[in-house]
């Protein structure tokens, strides 16, 4: 992967808030800021996992990125293959997109949802379901469709005689395959899995990573791959974001975060995963409380009520997510000079 | 060390529209006074359905019990919980349960104080107000801060976390000998799991209490349980001590499934070797071995035979013809 070209993707301070205005009866309902000055580029090939504990603002970053959610302010920029045939401009500003430029857009930014029992039109037989992406779009006649979901269902490993059943006749692991090829339908170059095995058996889940990974390779394809699983995320990523209350706290190669995390939410993360071995560990670091009210954030760094290193100057003063080393980027007052336990003890 | 829940030979099946479909078939397992016996395998294989025939909550009339025993002794004396109305006597005084989702275990409209209240009062026939006083030291006890406030919310006013807390309160209310622990922390994050895993494990040590600990995930088990039993449609494949199973499993189901889950400590280059296919519906279950349609290892005999317990070596069993060999 080259750091020289121009990324695939492009966020900058991508800022998602729900609620503000006054409920049905006139209450004022409080600004919970989901997202919050998100800036992450990704490159054509890339995985970038994005983790942190629920609420943390993971799926909505995901979501505002493809503008499935209106962002309250930031940008997007996206190299589009689709756009650049149609408009000229390859690359083209996702925020200001009008729908038909959306439209465009959409045929090379896709999105692996998570629950392949609500994901899937249970009305539809899978060639309709995963067709769709191409009949919403004009494209091919009916044999022509069938043809390239026959393909397509080939490719996450499901029988194409499969097709003309009904989303209830299988199981979970194969409707999530088939969430996974209608997401490649219209052969994107930008995927957004947001905790797309998580809710598979472990025997599962290991063959649809595989499939993710192989097509990863043959189709050059970037993701940003959310998930709560720290294990997953780093056996799929590049590259990994740490989010925390609608912050990323820390970003960096995979290899390195895992061994030299930065930022003291990351370390806690970490030690917080049980190995699934006997061999000795040091003593789990046990965050206390939960995370605070999105809606009413602690001043200053938003993890210090939760930090065992905060100091007075965390209080006062929010830390600016910088780079500590090349490419390694971290939201903490000192981020070089605290001693931090790698996850990986060998 | 004594037996305190002893589960031999149990068969479970489900009425079905095409007759009875076996869900359990055989199933033994048991466990240890004041250790914990961790059950895993992947969704449908009957580790649920064996927790709730122990506590006597299979779903009637669909299932009910064909076979086998469930052995409770608590207190000197012995009970066969497969009778008619006898888990009841012990549900909630001698054995308690928590299950994976809080929000759905937890009756919404009453407050957590008046559900553990409620255990108190009909077990050990408190009043009103000591039944209130014990729910207070409860909540404090399962690291609920400001519990005498936090008595008067309803469940959806609590986090995730708090809800899980709040329902091992109402588990351990009557200091049972026996804890059934569904998937406790699979609803949650793994920082707010590592509170509940310790704290399962401090109120363990305090109150001797023996845990059967049902999880899909390798590193829970690991780092919860003493013993293990793997399970695969409705039967115990593979048991024995937790780490003579994570570092040399027998069973190729078990080999797989540890195979399966990425590590932390792995590398991006290695591949996982997924066990091949999915898991079979129970009303189509192979004959022989439950496991040859996806055992890389099958040959001619266990497409025929169903193979029995072979004890290795220790106390180490599997399930499997080939097993000590491969």
């Known amino acids: 992967m080259t750091v020289a070209r121009t990324p695939l993707l492009s966020v900058k301070d991508l800022t998602k808030h729900f609620g503000g205005k006054h409920s049905l009866l006139g209450k004022p309902r409080p600004i919970i800021p989901a997202v919050d000055a998100f800036s992450l580029d990704i490159h054509a090939g890339e995985t970038v996992g994005l983790v942190g504990e629920s609420g943390c603002g993971k799926t909505t970053a995901g979501r505002t990125i493809l503008r499935l959610l209106e962002p309250t302010s930031g940008s997007v920029h996206f190299r589009s293959r689709t756009y650049a045939e149609a408009r000229g401009p390859e690359r083209a500003d996702v925020v200001a997109a009008d729908s038909n430029e959306l439209r465009l ?156 995390p930065r930022h003291p939410y990351t370390e806690a993360l970490m030690s917080a995963v049980p190995p699934p071995h006997r061999r000795k560990r040091p003593p789990r670091i046990t965050l206390a409380g939960d995370v605070p009210n999105p809606a009413a954030p602690p001043s200053g760094c938003h993890f210090r009520t939760r930090c065992r290193y905060a100091k007075d100057r965390c209080v006062s003063e929010s830390p600016a997510l910088r780079e500590i080393r090349p490419g390694h980027l971290a939201a903490c007052h000192y981020a070089e000079k605290l001693t931090l336990r790698p996850a990986s003890v060998r | 060390m004594s037996l305190l829940l002893d589960v031999a030979d149990l068969s479970v099946s489900f009425r079905s529209g095409r007759g009875r479909v076996p869900a359990l078939r055989g199933v033994s397992l048991s466990v240890k006074k004041g250790q914990t016996l961790g059950v895993v395998g992947e969704s449908g294989c009957g580790k649920s359905l064996t927790a709730l025939a122990v506590m006597g909550l299979l779903p009637v009339p669909d299932s009910g019990i064909d076979g086998g025993s469930i052995m409770l002794r608590t207190g000197g004396s012995e009970s066969d919980l497969t009778k008619t109305n006898s888990a009841r006597r012990h549900r909630g005084k001698d054995m308690a349960m928590i299950f994976q989702e809080p929000m759905t275990a937890l009756n919404p409209s009453f407050t957590i104080g008046e559900q553990i209240g409620e255990v ?197 069993q599997a399930a499997c013809w080939l097993a000590g060999e491969l």
Do not use: W
């Open chain 1, 105 to 260: 857009l959409r045929r090379d930014m896709q999105i692996i949802f998570q629950d392949p029992y609500s994901a899937l039109n249970p009305r539809l037989t899978l060639a309709s379901n995963v067709g769709e992406p191409l009949r919403a779009n004009k494209m091919g006649n009916r044999g022509e469709r069938r043809e390239r979901v026959a393909e397509l269902l080939e490719r996450v490993g499901l029988a194409p005689e499969m097709m003309d059943r009904y989303p209830h006749e299988f199981s979970g692991g194969q409707r999530q395959r088939a969430v996974i090829a209608r997401a490649l339908t219209l052969d994107p170059s930008f995927v957004v899995a947001d905790e797309a095995v998580s809710a598979l058996d472990v025997s599962i889940q290991a063959q649809v990573l595989n499939i993710l990974l192989d097509l990863q390779a043959s189709r050059n394809l970037a993701f940003l791959f959310i998930a709560h699983d720290l294990a997953v995320v780093k056996y799929v990523s590049h590259r990994v974001a740490v989010m925390y209350l609608g912050r990323v706290v820390e970003l960096s190669p995979t290899d390195e975060l895992f061994a030299d």
């Open chain 2, 120 to 316: 108190l009062r009909r077990h050990e026939h408190l009043g009103r107000q000591a039944a209130q006083e014990r729910s207070i030291d409860l909540l404090r006890s399962v690291g609920i801060p400001a519990p005498e406030s936090r008595i008067k919310l309803y469940p959806h006013e609590l986090s995730g976390g708090m809800r899980q807390r709040a329902m091992i309160a109402i588990a351990i209310a009557c200091a049972p000998a026996l804890l059934i622990a569904d998937e406790p922390t699979t609803a949650l994050d793994v920082t707010i799991q590592a509170q509940v895993l310790d704290l399962l494990r401090s109120l363990q040590s305090q109150l001797g209490t023996g845990i059967l600990f049902i999880t899909h995930d390798m590193g829970v088990i690991a780092e919860m349980a003493d013993e293990v039993a793997v399970m695969y449609l409705g039967t115990v494949v593979e048991k024995g001590p937790t780490a003579s199973i994570l570092e040399r499993p027998a069973h190729p189901y078990t080999q797989g499934l540890i195979r399966s889950v990425p590590t932390i400590e792995m590398s991006r280059e290695l591949r996982l070797t997924p066990i091949a296919g999915s898991v079979p519906s129970l009303s189509r279950a192979p004959s022989g071995c439950r496991f040859n349609t996806r055992c890389p290892h099958a040959f001619e005999k266990c497409r025929e035979q169903e193979p029995p317990m072979h004890v290795l070596d220790g106390s180490q």
